[in-house]
């Protein structure tokens, strides 16, 4: 009964360091999103993706990479860490179009630190 | 202006209170909508979808009022558990992906 699995949980990086965050879920849903979550603001969405071998932007891109060659896992990677990619990240999946009785469901998030 | 705005508290209210949160959209066109929860330091989880003609579930009474551009929820003795940060949770009509706009959330906090 995993749902959405976030790894790490906690990372710290030096500035330009890359690395990569992963996410897997077992529910064999199409639609995956990754957002960042900042104090203050709302989850803003990053990088998406709507099925195997198809991805696109969301509202915050910049600095952020993602593949998706297989349904199930979702990686996001950070090319170049600046400080202002401190923040918390969640992973989130979903099956449907986002209608009124789609839920999405998050893993448990990345607190990420950039130094 | 911000898509999704809430008020962002915190609301301190008792056990046994009433409380209400509201939450303003920009997007007339807007599509779906939610209320997430999301406990401290957690993952947000779905605690109920909105629909048009307002619905129920337990303690929690959601309304939505298209005409305004407002969703509201209404929680009925406050129990301490309640306690968390709510998120008002929008999707705008955007083809077929499930692309959800976030409020940045209306912290609740219910005392003994």
């Known amino acids: 009964n995993a749902g959405v699995t976030q790894t790490p949980k906690f990372q710290v990086l030096k500035t330009g360091q890359s690395m990569t965050l992963q996410c897997a879920q077992d529910?064999?849903?199409?639609?995956m999103s990754w957002y960042r979550q900042d104090p203050g603001m709302g989850l803003r969405l990053i990088h998406y993706s709507v099925g195997a071998g198809i991805t696109d932007q969301g509202e915050v891109p910049n600095g952020y990479n993602v593949s998706r060659s297989t349904t199930e896992d979702f990686p996001l990677r950070l090319l170049s860490a600046a400080p202002s990619q401190t923040s918390v990240y969640f992973c989130a999946s979903s099956s449907g179009t986002g209608g009124t009785n789609t839920e999405a469901f998050f893993g448990q998030g990345t607190r990420l630190t950039v130094v | 202006r911000k898509e999704v705005e809430q008020d962002p508290g915190p609301f301190n209210v008792p056990e046994g209170a009433t409380v209400a949160f509201n939450c303003t959209y920009s997007n007339s066109a807007s599509q779906s909508f939610f209320w997430y929860r999301q406990d401290c330091r957690k993952e947000p989880k779905l605690l109920m979808s909105?629909?048009?003609s307002g619905n129920e579930d337990g303690r929690f009474t959601a309304q939505l009022n298209r005409a305004s551009q407002y969703i509201s929820l209404l929680i009925r003795d406050s129990k301490l558990s309640d306690s968390a940060t709510y998120l008002c949770v929008v999707k705008p009509i955007s083809g077929g992906y499930n692309k959800l706009i976030f409020g940045a959330g209306t912290r609740l906090a219910v005392h003994p």
């Open positions: 529910m064999n849903h199409e639609y």
């Open positions: 909105v629909y048009s």
